[in-house]
């Protein structure tokens, strides 16, 4: 059975920081490409970052460029989002997915995780 469970939102202030992590099972995380994605209230989602399979080479929507740091470690079948400079605008559900398929040609999203809540507010 495959699952992909967020942790780490939270309330956080305006140019604060957070940490998400990601525990991926039941498929094999070192073969896929990963995303983050976010969905703000009311919004559609939309695509923050993504993670080749091996790690080094990270990708950025450029409303998070320089403020965000996406890694993974395939030994433990994690993957992370480094959120710093935190805006009110980054306040949304934040969800882990996986490629389509394994392999680093981008198929689209694939297995989902059920989102963990960043809300930036002073």
């Known amino acids: 059975q495959v699952q992909l469970v967020e942790s780490g939102g939270g309330l956080v202030q305006p140019g604060g920081s957070l940490r998400l992590s990601c525990a991926a099972s039941?498929?094999?995380?070192?073969?896929?490409?990963m995303y983050w994605v976010r969905q703000a209230p009311g919004k559609g989602p939309e695509w923050v970052s993504g993670?080749?399979?091996?790690?080094?080479?990270?990708y950025y929507a450029d409303f998070v460029k320089g403020r965000f740091t996406i890694s993974r470690d395939n030994a433990k079948n994690t993957l992370d989002l480094l959120m710093s400079s935190l805006k009110s605008d980054d306040t949304a559900v934040y969800y882990c997915a996986s490629n389509g398929k394994p392999g680093n040609h981008d198929y689209g999203m694939g297995y989902w995780g059920n989102g963990t809540l960043v809300t930036v507010s002073s």
């Open positions: 039941g498929f094999t995380f070192s073969s896929y490409l």
């Open positions: 993670i080749n399979v091996g790690g080094n080479s990270e």
